[in-house]
């Protein structure tokens, strides 16, 4: 069965510091997709990026970067230069069964609570 | 063009009332997620729908949980005789079926059994 690793439960920073936040899959399927997502305190999850299984290259966008590998089973992300504004619960998430019609519900970590203080 | 949007935000029922629940996918979506939401932890799916039809139900959903899509649009989530285990966020999530496989949230409907 699928599961998401995010052993990480809560982080503080100071703003302009650098942070990785974890996550750790586990799948049997050969094709899936990992996702993050985050949650402010307003409580709407917010779509921040999907990778597949097929493309091991990292993304960054902006402050955002992620770090795909397969060979570990992990896909972390670090946000470079932190703003307050950041403060959030971040999930990683797994959607399996993309080729046998699996339906790509998605199966969520824990989360990580990260908090930027001034 | 407007999200995902649920009705209602929040829900205080005492035990054993009956709840009902509605989610508005983005329009284009012909897929539709219930996902439930305790305190510290990551959503978890209920069941989904493509167009009208279910699909998919977690063990999550016991017989006291049903979900409809009755004209592939909107859906509503009823939770009949309601316990304090049920207390939770209920969110709702909308994708395209194919191609694309980025859920889009919700707001969530916060329901608090007494």
Redesign the interface.
């Known amino acids: 069965a699928q599961k998401?690793t995010q052993a990480q439960t809560e982080i503080s920073v100071v703003e302009k510091e650098d942070v990785t936040l974890d996550c750790v899959y586990e799948t049997r399927d050969t094709t899936y997709?990992l996702?993050w997502?985050k949650q402010p305190p307003?409580?709407?999850?917010?779509?921040l990026i999907?990778r597949n299984s097929f493309d091991e290259q990292n993304e960054i966008s902006g402050r955002y970067s992620w770090n795909f590998q397969k060979s570990t089973s992990s896909f972390n992300f670090t946000i470079t230069a932190s703003q307050v504004v950041d403060s959030a619960v971040y999930?990683c998430?797994l959607?399996e069964g993309?080729l046998t019609g699996g339906?790509?519900?998605?199966?969520?970590?824990?989360?990580t609570q990260l908090k930027v203080e001034l | 063009d407007t999200g995902v949007s649920q009705d209602p935000r929040h829900k205080i029922t005492k035990r054993g009332q009956n709840v009902t629940f509605r989610c508005d996918p983005i329009s284009e979506h012909n897929?539709l997620?219930w996902?439930r939401q305790t305190l510290?932890?990551?959503?978890?799916?209920l069941t989904?729908f493509?167009n009208e039809a279910q699909?998919?139900k977690s063990r999550l959903l016991s017989d006291r949980f049903s979900a409809e899509r009755p004209k592939g649009s909107f859906s509503t989530l009823e939770i009949q005789r309601t316990e304090q285990g049920d207390s939770a966020?209920y969110?709702c999530?909308s994708?395209l079926a194919a191609g694309s496989?980025?859920?889009?949230?919700?707001?969530?409907t916060?329901l608090t059994v007494l």
Do not use: C, D, W
Request: proline residues 4%; neutral net charge; charged residues 15%.
């Open positions: 998401v997709y996702f997502y307003s409580g709407e999850l917010v779509f999907r999930f998430a959607s993309i339906g790509n519900k998605l199966t969520f970590g824990t989360g | 897929r997620y996902y510290g932890q990551g959503p978890e799916f989904y493509q699909l998919e966020m969110l999530a994708s496989h980025e859920q889009f949230f919700g707001p969530g916060r």
